[in-house]
């Protein structure tokens, strides 16, 4: 599971856009974890496909919902993985306002189908040319 969890954290840490290793093309890291089929573009479908593995890394009692802690596992799982967003306000703050976006029914759970629906909202932030597909164009390459 500790392995599980390790290889989507390097999703969610690849997820931040901005953020590039010196020497590296804005948005390659991204592009890596996201584009399934290695096309060079990351769709809706394989943003869903992604967030479905995420969730199920994260659901420790797999009982088919990210509770409060969970879900913070996620945010917690990113700060460990990016320490230069340390201090951003990433779990405390932030992590409120992502549960209270993911979670339409505002059960204080999120199940697997609101979690990988959350995914339009990805597209929507990442895809800055508004093609239906992002490609390291989105990232300024």
Sequence with gaps: MKTAVFTLAA????SIAGAQPQGRVPGEQFMVMWD????GTVT?????????DIFAGFDTDEDGY????????IDETRAEMRP??????GTGVQQRKAMRIVD???DRL???SEFVNAGSFWMKRFDTNGDGVITEVD???
């Design 36 to 39: 399934l089929d290695g096309d």
């Design 66 to 73: 990210l509770d409060d802690e969970e879900f913070a596992a």
């Design 84 to 89: 230069e967003d340390a201090g951003q306000g």
């Design 104 to 106: 339409t029914d505002r």
């Design 110 to 112: 999120i199940s697997l």
């Design 139 to 141: 990232f300024g390459s």
């Design 44 to 52: 809706l479908d394989e943003i869903r496909e992604r967030r479905a």
């Design 11 to 14: 999703c969610l840490a690849a």
